[in-house]
């Protein structure tokens, strides 16, 4: 028997990375997966790599019009909606004097209002069935990094969004939480490498130096938490951000 038999998981930005990983973690504990991504042929390609019943479903988490339709089709096709995980993410990184007004709006256009959009969707079923779950991606940058005043700016505001949700629905049988990883190997962090002028691995083993435990995190890792959250075993924990970076923040 699978922790997620018989829910219903809806990941955005689940066509690759750490959304990918976690829908695999998520497949093979027993849910069905509703990937939702830009690229509805990327999606759908994602989901025929899982290894239970999976949609994939082509969606931009910003624009509130597709974002409904989106629900409509997983309650459709999937038969509900149990647990939503607001991963889908961008950068766009610059110092603050060359940051640009559409690199401001783009990051928190797809953070925050992609969460807000996402999770208004879902609330929806979760209060009436009085059982939701919602894992938010904020990251290790809400602390501040230079170069991601956007970046830090939507991370800590997901932080913030996450306590204030886990007040409002908790009543309703909805727990609300985040985690917040550190350096995660993915095509985002190597997008970071290339615009530094590093390789992937170079720059994977200077972060992997920059903790305790002396690695770069997979989304195996992230995935870990995510379910954690959205189990039945952590029911007690809501409003909670869980740091997932081997240690990296207590010694920068
Ligand atoms: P990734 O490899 O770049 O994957 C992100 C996915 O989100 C891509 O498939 C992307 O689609 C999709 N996406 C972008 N904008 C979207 C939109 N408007 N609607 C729907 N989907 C959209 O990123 P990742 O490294 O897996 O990161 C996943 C999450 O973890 C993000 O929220 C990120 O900020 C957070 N995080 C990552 C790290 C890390 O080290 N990797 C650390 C801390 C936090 P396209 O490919 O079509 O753009």
């Not at 509130?64 to 459709?76: D, G, I, L, P, T």
């Not at 929806?124 to 602390?143: D, I, M, P, R, T």
């Not at 962090?189 to 435990?213: I, K, M, S």
């Not at 770069?216 to 909670?240: H, M, N, R, W």
Request: net charge negative; proline share 2%; hydrophobic share 45%.
């Amino acid at each position: 028997m699978g922790r997620f038999d018989g829910r219903v998981v809806v990941i955005t930005g689940a066509a690759r990375g750490i959304g990918f990983g976690t829908a695999q973690r998520f497949s093979a504990e027993g849910a069905k997966v509703a990937i939702i991504d830009l690229d509805e042929a990327a999606a759908a390609e994602a989901a025929d790599r899982l290894e239970g019943e999976a949609v994939g479903i082509g969606c931009d988490v910003s624009d509130a019009a597709a974002v409904e339709r989106a629900f409509e089709r997983v309650v459709a096709e999937l038969g509900g909606v149990h647990v939503l995980v607001n991963n889908a993410g961008i950068t766009r990184d610059n110092l603050l004097f060359k940051m640009t007004e559409t690199d401001w709006d783009l990051v928190m256009n797809v953070h925050l209002k992609g969460a807000f959009l996402m999770t208004k969707a879902a609330q929806k079923h979760f209060v009436e069935q009085k059982y939701g779950k919602v894992v938010n991606l904020s990251s290790v940058s809400a602390w501040g990094n230079r170069g991601q005043a956007n970046y830090s700016a939507a991370k800590m505001g997901i932080q913030g969004f996450t306590r204030t949700l886990a007040i409002e629905l908790g009543p309703f049988g909805v727990n609300v939480n985040a985690v917040a990883p550190g350096f995660i190997a993915t095509e985002m962090t190597d997008a970071t490498a290339a615009r530094l002028g590093l390789g992937v691995e170079e720059f994977r083993e200077l972060n992997a130096q920059n903790n305790p435990v002396r690695r770069v995190g997979f989304p195996e890792d992230i995935a870990a938490a995510v379910t954690f959250l959205a189990s039945d075993e952590a029911s007690y924990v809501t409003g909670q951000t869980l740091t997932v970076d081997g240690g990296a923040k207590l010694v920068s």
